[in-house]
């Protein structure tokens, strides 16, 4: 404990003593800097990842999550040209005067392609920075994800399946894999807490509604210090602020739920509340072929202290985020299911002497439950309560480089009751503390040359049988020719969690947390991971990944699990490599995108390899969006996934039955036909391809904006195999041929 | 605007036509394997084992066992410290008419001395040399916990408990309740007895009940009105109920050994009717083969009914 409070205090001494001393030639003559905030012209909603270009200069930077961005080292006395660009936003040239010596701070404003509703409308415009260290990083917009046909209602963990190197294992679960891994190795932030169980109704949608989102990363491996505790992949959701200026709302309603959203101003900030609640339980006949009475809301609310104008002032937001599902049958022969997340979350962020500093606070609690009442389901429950403080300090020199350190303190209390495989009853109640951090440095100083360095240092881990442990990472780019960008990267990883996942379950309601035992390590990953990128022309852009995925003490269902005194899980060593490419090509009213990836992956446990079930050989998904003007838009979507791994069946058997033991005096009438299989996973479903068509119309009627959404899943009903039933050998197929419409009035 | 449609057609059209189903192959070649089950009842002279063949699943994938799938002539043993016991095939009718009905081939032995506590393992030396192989240990015999000068239930609680204590680990208990009761007919008394609940509940102007379901635990909690509506109905339409005489009830233990227990909890226990699962998790303690070779120990403790309880009923109880 000693070593731990003193490693964490020369931390933050030296994070302070970064933040203190001037950087480099910031404060040399001729010199100053620019930084601000960009802002939607509208809304004031802050918008991530824009970019701000000095074309003079050929330098420029991109906003954070906040919005906010810094350019130091800009000779001074001189007025420039600075272009800010997003995805959605009109491209705007504003003007910024440097002074010497000194912050030029800055608010700009862009407008929504939405606002303008031009006869065209541009789809987005191709943001680059050259030297950027984004290996394995996806930015997905909202605005992107809008063009995409939606199914039955637009989400975010759907979309994620056109992003190659992310697995689905079927029509029915939002659940996805990235590159080998399993699905409880995905962290999903928001607003960077984590959110437990992100799914709502038997995995059909995920808890978080798109209208809230103000900007999404997603980080396929290779992801930077900043983020832990998780062997696979981050999702980063943030959510919007609500609009400063002006009080709007929004409703919508779709076969799935109806959903509303209120934002407006408050003095000296701006608020945003949206809920959403299942309206009918029909849709689960399409998906699971039996109306399953579901029941689910989700509600946020996010209240800012925002001064649209100054940029030093301190921002804090308060964000709360409720979710809960239920399953009840009035029936006492069919279990209950109830869970449910719950998260609050207080952030404060400031930007200061050229430094970026947040702190934030929060508490995610996520709960769920199984009553069998009077059937033969097995009980479970399990409650996580995760309280956290954060510091996250970032620090941009003049020459572009940038340090960059945090700590993390986190307790979790947990509890699980749950039954294995085999039937045996396993409880669990632990009581622990994490107190770890990171510090990274990024050179960004050469034009041609990006390279973020960094580790994370766990100091006192929720597991305790780890000890103290690093996790260095790095990530480099090399742009030896303006049209070719080289990358590369490699990082290690430690995940402390796990979920009791059964990954037989095809469905499954919940999955309930626990912190891995003290009789295993925690998990351990190494990413490998090189990368491609040409820029062939202005509107064509080429991408190639290749990665290799080294996992070791994964976690894994202990199936064979016969006594008390038997172990959970045992340790499992994973290994996933492959490859992916891309195509974009974005014009002025369409784009074209092309994704393929050749992904191998495998487990073993125990000397016993297996495959995991979504272990797909080849996907390739093929997307066209049209804007076709007026609020027309249109988008076809083709995806294939050759077949996933299954366990064949070499035989039936005549399985004792021991229902009634007072009749066993006749065992071989008490016998029923029961499979046998060979070694887990040597077969292959038949492929996956479905082909989906969305057309969208806005138009203004009286004092609101209408969006109405004619959606087909899988147009030419292709009958792609779920699962059969073992017994009676009958298919049963993923969704038919699905036209949906959608709703959404904006006033 | 028309040449998209156009082009949109054909490329639906194109999918469409690919659409067609391919061949899809839900099993591997058949491999045969066989299955030994025995249960073994401390409590019982005659013991009774199956060991039979796996069969190949249809053509799509279903299964229809036919015929008798029993091994015979197969030299089976069972070793208990220094007892060896032979079982010998029999054959049999079915009674139940699966497996397209006719004979069914079985072994048994009939004079199993019980031996709790004590290690038994089998040994199945089929005709080809084949060998399957197994052990358990007996459970021992629990202690109940209950005053035989106690009587239940009082009328003042809605519930009473039943309890039991054993130094055994990983066994599961099945326990039951068998109301005893005289029925007159003419001129006779005669014994009879019904399977008594825990619990119950009305639906739709039914009455359901629920019975005690093997598990861990070491007590069973017995609803005082679920009771009393099970027995009422033993008079059923009869309004006279001084044609029955409650004689008290038997609680049953059964103390599974830890396979039969985790047997039990694999076969009986589902996911959930919202968990779909692609593989079957199975569970068997034969070496070789399939199936569970296992035992449970039987005992029966009388209970008296309390004499008021009984009156409240409208019956009578023999002293």
Request: proline share 4%.
């Given at each position: 404990?000693?070593?731990?409070?003193?490693?964490?205090?020369?931390?933050?001494?030296?994070?302070?003593?970064?933040?203190?001393l001037?950087g480099?030639?910031?404060?040399?003559?001729?010199l100053?800097?620019?930084?601000?905030i960009v802002?939607?012209?509208?809304?004031?909603?802050?918008?991530?990842?824009?970019?701000?270009?000095?074309p003079d200069?050929?330098?420029?930077?991109?906003?954070?999550?906040?919005?906010?961005?810094?350019?130091?080292?800009?000779?001074?006395?001189?007025?420039y040209?600075?272009?800010?660009?997003?995805?959605?936003?009109?491209?705007?040239?504003?003007?910024?005067?440097?002074?010497a010596?000194?912050d030029?701070?800055?608010v700009?404003?862009?407008?929504?392609?939405?606002?303008?509703?031009?006869?065209i409308?541009?789809i987005?415009?191709?943001?680059?920075e050259?030297?950027?260290t984004?290996?394995?990083?996806?930015?997905?917009?909202?605005k992107?994800?809008?063009?995409?046909?939606?199914g039955?209602?637009?989400?975010?963990f759907?979309?994620?399946r056109?992003?190659?190197?992310?697995?689905?294992?079927?029509?029915?679960?939002?659940?996805?894999y990235?590159?080998?891994?399993?699905?409880?190795?995905?962290?999903?932030?928001?607003?960077?807490?984590?959110?437990?169980?992100?799914?709502?109704?038997?995995?059909?949608?995920?808890?978080?509604?798109?209208?809230?989102?103000?900007?999404?990363?997603f980080?396929?491996?290779?992801?930077?210090?900043?983020?832990s505790?998780?062997?696979?992949?981050?999702?980063?959701?943030?959510?919007?602020?609500?609009?400063?200026?002006?009080?709007?709302?929004?409703a919508?309603?779709?076969?799935?739920?109806?959903?509303?959203?209120?934002?407006?101003?408050?003095?000296?900030?701006?608020?945003i509340?949206t809920?959403?609640?299942?309206?009918?339980?029909q849709?689960?006949?399409?998906?699971?072929?039996?109306?399953?009475?579901?029941?689910?809301?989700?509600?946020?609310?996010?209240?800012?202290?925002?001064?649209?104008?100054?940029?030093?002032?301190?921002r804090?937001?308060?964000?709360?985020f409720?979710?809960?599902?239920?399953l009840?049958?009035?029936d006492?022969?069919?279990?209950?299911?109830?869970?449910a997340?719950?998260?609050i979350?207080?952030?404060?962020?400031?930007?200061?002497?050229?430094?970026?500093?947040?702190?934030?606070?929060s508490?995610?609690?996520?709960?769920?439950?199984?009553k069998?009442?009077?059937?033969?389901?097995?009980?479970?429950?399990?409650?996580l309560?995760?309280?956290?403080?954060?510091?996250?300090?970032?620090r941009?020199?003049s020459?572009?480089?940038?340090?960059?350190?945090?700590?993390?303190?986190?307790?979790?209390?947990?509890?699980?009751?749950?039954?294995?495989?085999k039937?045996?009853?396993?409880?669990?109640?632990?009581?622990?503390?994490?107190?770890?951090?990171?510090?990274?440095?990024?050179?960004?100083?050469f034009?041609?040359l990006?390279?973020?360095?960094?580790s994370?240092?766990?100091?006192?881990?929720l597991?305790?049988?780890?000890?103290?442990?690093?996790?260095p990472?790095?990530?480099v780019?090399?742009?030896?020719?303006?049209?070719v960008?080289?990358?590369?990267?490699?990082?290690?990883?430690?995940?402390e969690?796990?979920t009791t996942?059964?990954?037989?379950?095809?469905?499954?309601?919940?999955?309930?947390?626990v912190?891995?035992?003290?009789?295993?390590?925690p998990?351990?990953?190494k990413?490998?991971?090189?990368?491609?990128?040409?820029?062939?022309?202005e509107e064509?852009?080429?991408?190639?990944e290749?990665?290799?995925?080294?996992?070791?003490?994964v976690?894994?269902?202990n199936?064979?699990?016969?006594?008390?005194?038997?172990?959970?899980?045992?340790?499992?060593?994973?290994e996933?490599?492959?490859l992916?490419?891309?195509?974009?090509?974005q014009?002025?009213?369409?784009?074209?995108?092309?994704g393929?990836?050749?992904?191998y992956?495998?487990?073993?446990v125990?000397?016993?390899r297996s495959?995991?079930?979504?272990?797909?050989r080849?996907?390739?998904?093929?997307s066209?969006e049209?804007?076709?003007?007026?609020?027309?838009?249109a988008?076809?979507?083709?995806?294939y996934?050759?077949?996933?791994?299954?366990?064949?069946?070499v035989?039936?058997y005549?399985?004792?039955?021991?229902?009634?033991?007072?009749?066993?005096?006749?065992p071989?009438?008490?016998?029923?036909?029961?499979g046998?299989?060979?070694?887990r996973?040597?077969?292959r479903?038949?492929?996956?391809?479905?082909m989906?068509?969305?057309?969208?119309?806005?138009?203004d009627?009286?004092?609101?904006?209408?969006?109405?959404?004619?959606?087909?899943?899988?147009?030419?009903?292709?009958?792609?195999?779920?699962?059969?039933?073992?017994?009676?050998g009958?298919?049963?197929?993923?969704?038919?041929i699905?036209?949906?419409?959608?709703?959404k009035a904006e006033f | 605007?028309r040449?998209?449609l156009?082009?949109?057609l054909?490329?639906?059209?194109?999918f469409?036509?690919?659409?067609c189903?391919?061949?899809?192959?839900?099993?591997?070649?058949?491999q045969?394997?066989?299955?030994?089950?025995?249960i073994?009842?401390?409590?019982?002279?005659?013991?009774?084992?199956?060991?039979?063949?796996?069969y190949?699943?249809n053509?799509?994938?279903?299964?229809t066992p036919?015929?008798d799938?029993?091994?015979?002539?197969?030299?089976?043993?069972?070793w208990?410290d220094?007892?060896?016991?032979f079982?010998?095939?029999?054959?049999?009718?079915?009674?139940?008419?699966s497996?397209?009905?006719?004979?069914?081939?079985?072994?048994?032995?009939?004079?199993?001395?019980?031996?709790p506590?004590?290690?038994?393992v089998?040994?199945?030396?089929?005709?080809?040399?084949k060998?399957?192989?197994?052990?358990?240990?007996?459970?021992q015999?629990?202690s109940?916990t209950?005053?035989?000068?106690?009587?239940?239930?009082?009328?003042?609680?809605?519930?009473?408990?039943l309890?039991?204590e054993?130094?055994d680990?990983?066994?599961y208990?099945?326990?039951?309740?068998?109301?005893s009761?005289?029925?007159?007919?003419?001129?006779?008394?005669?014994l009879?007895?019904?399977k008594?609940?825990?619990?119950?509940?009305?639906?739709?102007?039914?009455?359901?009940y629920?019975?005690?379901?093997?598990?861990?635990?070491?007590?069973?909690?017995?609803?005082?009105n679920?009771?009393?509506?099970?027995?009422?109905?033993?008079?059923?339409?009869?309004q006279?109920?001084?044609?029955?005489?409650?004689?008290?009830?038997?609680?049953?233990?059964?103390?599974?050994?830890?396979?039969?227990?985790?047997?039990y909890?694999?076969?009986?226990m589902?996911?959930g009717?919202?968990?779909?699962r692609l593989d079957?998790?199975?569970?068997?303690?034969?070496?070789?083969?399939?199936?569970?070779f296992?035992?449970?120990?039987?005992?029966t403790?009388f209970?008296?009914?309390?004499?008021?309880?009984?009156?409240?009923?409208?019956?009578?109880k023999?002293?």
């Amino acid at each position: 404990m000693k070593i731990v409070y003193s490693t964490t205090l020369a931390f933050l001494w030296g994070m302070f003593f970064l933040l203190v001393l001037p950087g480099g030639a910031v404060h040399a003559q001729s010199l100053g800097n620019l930084n601000g905030i960009v802002r939607d012209s509208v809304s004031g909603e802050a918008i991530a990842f824009a970019t701000v270009y000095i074309p003079d200069l050929k330098r420029g930077a991109t906003t954070n999550d906040h919005g906010f961005f810094v350019i130091n080292g800009i000779p001074a006395g001189k007025e420039y040209s600075v272009r800010v660009a997003c995805v959605g936003y009109i491209t705007r040239m504003h003007k910024a005067k440097i002074t010497a010596n000194a912050d030029t701070k800055v608010v700009f404003r862009l407008v929504s392609t939405v606002i303008m509703m031009p006869k065209i409308e541009k789809i987005g415009e191709k943001q680059q920075e050259k030297n950027s260290t984004d290996l394995g990083l996806q930015r997905v917009s909202i605005k992107e994800m809008e063009m995409l046909p939606k199914g039955v209602e637009m989400d975010v963990f759907r979309s994620l399946r056109t992003i190659p190197g992310v697995q689905s294992t079927g029509d029915a679960s939002a659940k996805y894999y990235v590159r080998g891994g399993a699905s409880n190795q995905n962290l999903v932030l928001l607003d960077g807490v984590t959110i437990y169980n992100p799914f709502h109704a038997l995995g059909m949608a995920s808890v978080i509604d798109p209208e809230l989102i103000n900007s999404i990363e997603f980080y396929k491996s290779g992801f930077p210090t900043e983020y832990s505790s998780r062997l696979s992949s981050i999702l980063n959701i943030v959510s919007k602020k609500g609009n400063a200026n002006n009080f709007s709302g929004k409703a919508a309603a779709s076969f799935l739920s109806t959903k509303g959203l209120l934002e407006g101003p408050l003095p000296f900030g701006s608020f945003i509340m949206t809920g959403r609640k299942s309206t009918s339980s029909q849709i689960s006949n399409k998906f699971f072929g039996k109306n399953i009475p579901f029941d689910f809301y989700d509600y946020f609310f996010r209240v800012n202290y925002d001064n649209q104008n100054d940029v030093d002032i301190p921002r804090f937001s308060i964000s709360g985020f409720f979710s809960n599902d239920k399953l009840i049958n009035n029936d006492p022969y069919i279990a209950d299911f109830n869970w449910a997340n719950n998260m609050i979350n207080f952030t404060y962020h400031q930007l200061f002497m050229g430094s970026f500093i947040e702190v934030g606070v929060s508490s995610s609690n996520t709960t769920g439950e199984v009553k069998p009442n009077l059937s033969s389901a097995k009980p479970k429950s399990n409650s996580l309560n995760d309280l956290s403080i954060k510091v996250d300090m970032t620090r941009i020199y003049s020459n572009k480089n940038e340090i960059r350190g945090g700590l993390l303190f986190q307790t979790i209390k947990n509890d699980l009751y749950f039954t294995m495989p085999k039937g045996i009853v396993s409880t669990n109640t632990v009581n622990a503390g994490f107190t770890g951090g990171y510090l990274k440095f990024k050179l960004m100083q050469f034009e041609d040359l990006g390279i973020d360095l960094g580790s994370r240092f766990n100091l006192a881990g929720l597991n305790t049988n780890g000890g103290m442990t690093l996790e260095p990472r790095i990530s480099v780019t090399y742009r030896p020719h303006p049209l070719v960008g080289l990358k590369a990267a490699y990082g290690e990883y430690q995940q402390e969690m796990t979920t009791t996942a059964d990954e037989n379950e095809v469905v499954s309601l919940f999955e309930p947390w626990v912190i891995i035992p003290e009789y295993m390590k925690p998990s351990r990953a190494k990413h490998y991971t090189g990368g491609v990128e040409l820029n062939a022309t202005e509107e064509l852009t080429l991408t190639g990944e290749i990665y290799l995925i080294n996992q070791e003490n994964v976690p894994s269902l202990n199936f064979n699990k016969l006594l008390a005194s038997d172990p959970d899980f045992l340790p499992a060593t994973q290994e996933s490599y492959g490859l992916e490419g891309s195509v974009k090509y974005q014009a002025e009213t369409y784009l074209v995108s092309v994704g393929y990836s050749l992904s191998y992956a495998y487990k073993v446990v125990e000397g016993w390899r297996s495959y995991p079930r979504y272990d797909s050989r080849n996907n390739l998904n093929i997307s066209i969006e049209k804007n076709f003007g007026d609020g027309w838009t249109a988008s076809v979507m083709w995806l294939y996934n050759s077949g996933s791994p299954f366990t064949q069946m070499v035989g039936f058997y005549d399985k004792m039955d021991v229902q009634n033991l007072f009749q066993l005096w006749v065992p071989y009438e008490a016998a029923s036909s029961y499979g046998y299989f060979i070694d887990r996973n040597l077969g292959r479903l038949p492929d996956y391809h479905r082909m989906d068509v969305n057309v969208s119309k806005k138009f203004d009627f009286g004092f609101a904006r209408f969006l109405i959404d004619f959606n087909i899943l899988n147009v030419y009903n292709r009958k792609n195999l779920f699962y059969f039933e073992r017994q009676t050998g009958k298919r049963v197929n993923m969704l038919p041929i699905l036209p949906t419409v959608s709703l959404k009035a904006e006033f | 605007m028309r040449q998209y449609l156009v082009l949109c057609l054909v490329v639906v059209m194109a999918f469409f036509l690919n659409s067609c189903k391919e061949g899809f192959e839900p099993n591997a070649p058949f491999q045969e394997k066989y299955v030994l089950n025995c249960i073994l009842n401390a409590n019982d002279s005659v013991q009774i084992m199956t060991i039979t063949r796996g069969y190949p699943p249809n053509a799509d994938g279903s299964a229809t066992p036919t015929g008798d799938l029993g091994v015979k002539n197969a030299l089976v043993r069972v070793w208990v410290d220094d007892s060896v016991y032979f079982f010998h095939d029999t054959i049999t009718e079915r009674s139940d008419g699966s497996h397209g009905g006719g004979k069914v081939s079985f072994y048994v032995c009939k004079y199993y001395r019980s031996s709790p506590g004590k290690a038994h393992v089998v040994e199945a030396i089929l005709p080809g040399g084949k060998k399957l192989k197994s052990s358990f240990d007996m459970p021992q015999p629990v202690s109940i916990t209950f005053d035989p000068a106690v009587t239940v239930p009082t009328l003042q609680s809605d519930n009473f408990f039943l309890s039991w204590e054993t130094t055994d680990r990983n066994v599961y208990f099945y326990p039951r309740l068998i109301l005893s009761y005289k029925y007159q007919q003419d001129t006779s008394w005669i014994l009879k007895t019904k399977k008594l609940p825990v619990d119950y509940v009305s639906r739709n102007g039914q009455t359901e009940y629920f019975y005690a379901i093997p598990s861990a635990n070491h007590t069973i909690k017995v609803s005082k009105n679920a009771l009393g509506s099970a027995i009422t109905d033993i008079a059923q339409a009869d309004q006279d109920k001084t044609h029955y005489k409650i004689l008290g009830m038997n609680l049953e233990v059964y103390t599974l050994d830890k396979y039969l227990a985790n047997y039990y909890a694999n076969t009986a226990m589902q996911g959930g009717d919202f968990t779909i699962r692609l593989d079957e998790v199975d569970f068997t303690n034969i070496t070789g083969g399939l199936g569970v070779f296992a035992g449970y120990v039987h005992q029966t403790l009388f209970i008296n009914l309390n004499t008021d309880f009984i009156w409240s009923l409208g019956f009578n109880k023999e002293k």
